[in-house]
Nanobody
Framework: QVQLVESGGGLVQAGGSLRLSCEVS????????MGWFRQTPGKEREFVAA????????DYADSVKGRFTISRDTAKNAVYLQMNSLKSEDTALYYC????????WGGGPGEYDYGGQGTQVTVSS
């Protein structure tokens, strides 16, 4: 059974930085593509960033390109999201997610499993 435990969220001023962490159990990050998604009240969950199972390919939403960086640590079986130059529109509940199929890349939110409670990021302007 997959378990994803997110941490690192908080309150930060616009222009600041946060680093989100996701501890993964039940899946091996070197076998599964991983992603970060976010959601605000009344809106659908949206894609933020993803890292391919091989650790080489990464993808970002246009709104975060150049500001956010996704990475992973295979030894710790963890995934991270470094968020810089934060904006008020980045305020959301952030979720870590693992692709449903091993050695597979791509797909929308429905292609991932979400096991965590999320971590809240609030950016004050």
């Amino acid at each position: 059974q997959v378990q994803l435990v997110e941490s690192g969220g908080g309150l930060v001023q616009a222009g600041g930085s946060l680093r989100l962490s996701c501890e993964v159990s039940g899946r091996t990050v070197s076998m599964y593509s991983m992603g970060w998604f976010r959601q605000t009240p009344g809106k659908e969950r949206e894609f933020v960033a993803a890292i391919r199972w091989n650790g080489v390919n990464k993808d970002y939403a246009d709104s975060v390109k150049g500001r956010f960086t996704i990475s992973r640590d295979t030894a710790k079986n963890a995934v991270y999201l470094q968020m810089n130059s934060l904006k008020s529109e980045d305020t959301a509940l952030y979720y870590c997610a693992v692709h449903r199929r091993p050695y597979t890349w791509g797909g929308g939110p429905g292609e991932y499993d979400y096991g965590g409670q999320g971590t809240q990021v609030t950016v004050s302007s």
